[in-house]
């Protein structure tokens, strides 16, 4: 993990844009499970009703917490800790890789 001072200066120089972080890959918007090992296992036949399968983009994206029940903002402790973010997510390459 990251020095404490590195992730608290990381998150103050994003606070105003933290949802630009988001790559829009669109992995967060398929049904996902940790597995016993700690994995996220992703369910690519399970889209989110909003995902545009083709290009992996949110058609509500500037809404997406208004209008779908299932989307959640991503946090500083998502980043840190959460186990269900998929690898190679935007917030976690910046908060848990050096």
Not at 11 to 20: N, S, V
Not at 22 to 32: S, T, V, Y
Not at 35 to 44: A, H, L, P, R, S
Not at 75 to 87: G, I, K, M, S
């Amino acid at each position: 993990m990251l020095p404490p001072w590195t992730i608290i200066a990381r998150y103050l120089k994003h606070r105003a844009t933290w949802d630009e972080l988001c790559d829009q890959c669109g992995r967060c918007c398929f049904m996902r499970e940790v597995d016993e090992d700690g994995d996220v296992i992703i369910d690519y036949a399970a889209p989110c009703e909003f995902l545009d399968v083709k290009t992996r983009r949110c058609t509500v994206y500037e809404n997406r917490f208004d209008v779908c029940a299932q989307c959640n903002r991503v946090t500083l402790r998502h980043a840190l800790f959460a186990d269900h973010l998929p690898e190679g997510c935007a917030y976690t390459r910046l908060f848990r890789e050096r």
